[in-house]
C-alpha cells in the first residue's frame, strides 16, 4: 500500500492524480444534477484531436484516467531503477509525455468503436433564426427586396434576406398604432415570423414586445403560425 501511495504521489502520476479528482469531482456534480455532461462542449473543441464526436467532458475524462493508469504504471518502474539524479528526471519527463500520448492514442481508439452511440448534433438550419428579431439593414424592407442582421444563439451575426409581411392575424395587437402600419426602415427591429424556402428569405413584420414568442418558442408553436 505504502509503495503503491508513494508511486501515486510521485512525479509524474500525481500530476494526473490531481486531474483525476477533478474529473472525479465534476461527474459526481452531473450525478447530483449540478451540471451537464456537455458543460464543456462550448468551449473547447476537441475534433482537431481526433477526440470529436462525444461530448468534450467523455473524452477529457477517458485521457484523464487512461494517462494517469499509464503515468502511474511508469513511476511504478522507475521507483525500480537505482539510477538518480539528472537520468531520473529525463526519465520522469518521458513516462509523463509517454503516458500522454498513449492515452490519446487508446482514447481515439476507444471512441471510434463507441462513437455511434452518442447522436450527433443537428445541423445549423435556417429555421433557427424563425421566431428571432433582426435589425434592418436596408434603407427599407418591401415585398421585394429587403435585409437584416440576426444574431443566432452561439452569439455570431448574420445577414438574412428579409420580405415585408403582415403579422399572424391571432398574434395579440400592441396598444397604440397598428404594428402593421410601423415602417421597416434601417435601424429598426423585426420580427422573423417565417421561413420561405423556394425564395430563400424570411417574412419579416415590425416588432413589438405584444408580438414576441419568446426565446424558446418554435415556429409552429406560434398561434396562427405556417400550418395554424
Given at each position: 500500500m505504502d509503495e503503491f501511495l508513494g508511486a501515486a504521489l510521485g512525479f509524474p502520476a500525481v500530476i494526473f492524480g490531481a486531474a483525476l479528482v477533478v474529473v472525479v469531482c465534476f461527474w459526481l456534480l452531473v450525478l447530483a444534477g449540478a451540471a451537464g455532461h456537455d458543460s464543456f462542449d462550448a468551449d473547447l473543441d476537441t475534433g482537431p484531436a481526433g477526440l470529436g464526436g462525444v461530448p468534450v467532458s467523455v473524452s477529457i475524462s477517458l485521457l484523464?484516467?487512461?494517462?494517469?493508469?499509464?503515468?502511474?504504471?511508469?513511476?511504478?518502474?522507475?521507483?525500480?531503477?537505482?539510477?538518480?539524479?539528472?537520468?531520473?528526471?529525463?526519465?520522469?519527463?518521458?513516462?509523463?509525455?509517454?503516458?500522454?500520448?498513449?492515452?490519446?492514442?487508446?482514447?481515439?481508439?476507444?471512441?471510434?468503436?463507441?462513437?455511434?452511440?452518442?447522436?450527433?448534433?443537428?445541423?445549423?438550419?435556417?429555421?433557427?433564426?424563425?421566431?428571432?428579431?433582426?435589425?434592418?439593414?436596408?434603407?427599407?424592407?418591401?415585398?421585394?427586396?429587403?435585409?437584416?442582421?440576426?444574431?443566432?444563439?452561439?452569439?455570431?451575426?448574420?445577414i438574412v434576406q428579409v420580405r415585408r409581411g403582415e403579422p399572424y392575424q391571432r398574434l395579440p395587437r400592441p396598444t397604440g398604432?397598428?404594428?402593421?402600419?410601423?415602417?421597416?426602415?434601417?435601424?429598426?427591429?423585426?420580427?422573423?415570423?417565417?421561413?420561405?424556402?423556394?425564395?430563400?428569405?424570411?417574412?419579416?413584420?415590425?416588432?413589438?414586445?405584444?408580438?414576441?414568442?419568446?426565446?424558446n418558442v418554435r415556429p409552429h408553436e406560434l398561434p396562427g403560425g405556417p400550418n395554424g
Open positions: 484523464v484516467v487512461f494517462a494517469w493508469f499509464g503515468s502511474l504504471t511508469g513511476t511504478v518502474l522507475l521507483e525500480l531503477d537505482e539510477r538518480g539524479g539528472t537520468t531520473r528526471a529525463l526519465l520522469a519527463v518521458a513516462v509523463l509525455a509517454g503516458s500522454l500520448f498513449l492515452a490519446w492514442a487508446a482514447v481515439r481508439l476507444f471512441l471510434r468503436r463507441f462513437r455511434r452511440h452518442f447522436p450527433a448534433e443537428p445541423a445549423p438550419s435556417r429555421l433557427d433564426f424563425v421566431g428571432s428579431v433582426c435589425t434592418i439593414r436596408t434603407g427599407s424592407v418591401t415585398a421585394a427586396f429587403g435585409q437584416a442582421e440576426v444574431v443566432s444563439h452561439d452569439g455570431s451575426t448574420a398604432p397598428r404594428a402593421e402600419e410601423a415602417p421597416l426602415v434601417m435601424g429598426s427591429s423585426a420580427l422573423l415570423y417565417a421561413y420561405d424556402e423556394d425564395g430563400e428569405f424570411f417574412w419579416a413584420s415590425p416588432y413589438d414586445t405584444a408580438l414576441d414568442p419568446g426565446p
